[in-house]
């Protein structure tokens, strides 16, 4: 039974894959200090026997007991308000958190896997996103404790591949929405579906024309799932290629919803990117991977998720 350890298994995408790797016979440790991430997130797990939750800050030395197949290095705050909130803790666990889990990982032969993002490109200057771009980032901007800190993780896993022959994969993860999505982290979709089922006024920073690329939580497992036992060690995309300005996508959140709120407009965060659309081309090629559920498809599971989970306004007295 191949043993797999999680950090950040938690977590909205982290408890995703604890589920999934379980389903295909994996034994799975998720390791989490629960920053951000929630236990409720596992109740679909924690009674697997196959299953042990252990409660450690991966910035701090990990050991384990018996062998490891693999590690994925999850554990991070990963939306402006929780990264704005904790900007010692991202940086400390995207960079002794990453040395950490790799040098577990060099100490039990396991593959090991990085979950990167997008936000290395920062504000890109090239569009598409190709995984050859170097990125256009403030290291000294309000969002730097975040794409720096990804930045020095992917740094790091190259240098762990390159001088002790680890194992290494890097992912750079797209925009990823579904369920468990967390309703106050901040990041558009939670937002927008929040705002709308409250009856709340849609905010829209700037001037909504700036884009983004939505990749429902499925498929991004299913991409990281074949990854991982591939060969490959270079950074590979992992999003949905389809491309809307915030605009249009408040716009379509209205009309799924059915609410009859508004949209206020507010103005731009510093260093929000403009565009942002992946280049899957390497992943095509590489995994046979491309996104499978369409946005319409993946909001409305995520509407209803957060459905369960909204007070709706009361109805105006006459």
Known sequence: MPRTLITGGGGFVGSHLCERFLAEGHEVICVDNFITGSVGNLDGVRNDPKFTLMGHDISHALHVRGPIDNVLHFASPASPVDYLNFPIQTLKVGSL??????????????????ASTSEVYGDPEVHPQVEEYWGHVNPIGTRGCYDEAKRFAEAITMAYHRAHQVNTHIIRIFNTYGERMRLDDGRVLPNFMGQALRGEPLTVYGDGSQTRSFCYVADLVEGIYRLLPTDYHMPVNLGNPAEVTILEFAKEILALSGSPSTIEYRPLPQDDPKIRQPDITKARQLLGWEPKV???????????????????????SN
Do not use: D, I, S, W
């Open 294 to 316: 369409n946005r319409h498809e993946g909001l409305e599971r995520t509407l209803e998720h957060f459905r369960q989970r909204v007070t709706p306004p009361a109805p105006k």
């Open 97 to 114: 958190g990453t040395h950490n889990a790799l040098g577990l990982a060099m100490k039990k032969g396991a593959a090991f896997l990085l």
